[in-house]
């Protein structure tokens, strides 16, 4: 039988193990709920700079999600983009 320490240290390993996988398996979401306002507004800036036709290097660590929050006005200036 469990002593009550030992009890608490299998909960608190318990709780931080399925945090780690929720957060795993919901990252995608969770970035676009934390960076997507932002990251949308650094790249209509950009876009908006931007000459029509021109061609644009995204390096990007997300899930594309901003940038496609610009899709229309990346399609209506003919915005060639490399995803890397």
Known sequence: ?????????????????????????????????AIYKMTKLWY????????????LLDIGVGNATSLLGNIDTIRTKGINIKVS
Not at 5 to 31: D, E, Q
Not at 47 to 55: D, G, K, Q, V
């Open 1 to 33: 039988m469990m002593d009550s320490s030992s009890k608490k240290i299998a909960i608190a390993a318990a709780l931080i193990t399925t945090t780690v996988i929720a957060i795993r398996s919901n990252a995608s979401y969770i970035y676009d709920i």
């Open 44 to 55: 209509e800036v950009t876009i908006n700079r931007l000459e029509s036709s021109s061609y």
